[in-house]
């Protein structure tokens, strides 16, 4: 295996949209005073390990990776009817919030060891004609960071 690719349409997507929210975003309880996920955040959590523990059993991974390993993530918004498809998105949510919830959604499902080992990561966010949700795990060992950066431009 060189790399795993896993792809989220519509189709899978909760109401078929890219869930909401942010792994920052966070709730306290006043009595405890302890943290929790909104109920947002909770739902994309079960989604996103859902389908990444999916897509580990298909892919026949029985442990988690423990190589270094470099994440292309895609998130593809429907665009809006005056917006060009392929148009880059530059609202909310924030880039570095969204892959977050990925990161400790690829560790809950086992499919990584520990968000750590990710040594490169590249995001997008775009307009698309369907929303997707697109991320591709690569191993230090199967490919270098340059040909997954070339890959990304290229699709």
Wanted: include cysteine; charged fraction near 30%; charge should be neutral.
């Amino acid at each position: 295996m060189n790399e795993l690719e896993i792809i989220l349409t519509e189709k899978e997507l909760p109401d078929g949209k890219i869930p909401a929210g942010t792994a920052q975003y966070k709730r306290i309880n006043m009595k405890t005073g302890r943290f929790y996920d909104s109920p947002n955040i909770a739902k994309a959590r079960r989604f996103y390990t859902f389908h990444f523990s999916l897509a580990k059993v298909r892919a026949g991974i029985k442990e988690p990776i423990h190589d270094p390993i470099s994440l292309a993530i895609e998130f593809e918004y429907k665009a809006p009817r005056k917006m060009d498809i392929n148009a880059p998105k530059q609202t909310r949510p924030d880039l570095d919030n969204a892959v977050k919830l990925i990161q400790d959604c690829l560790m809950s499902s086992g499919l990584i060891q520990d968000d750590s080992q990710i040594f490169a990561i590249h995001i997008s966010k775009i307009y698309r004609a369907q929303e997707a949700v697109k991320v591709k795990i690569y191993s230090d060992k199967w490919n270098e960071w340059k040909e997954i950066e070339d890959a990304m431009v290229n699709e």
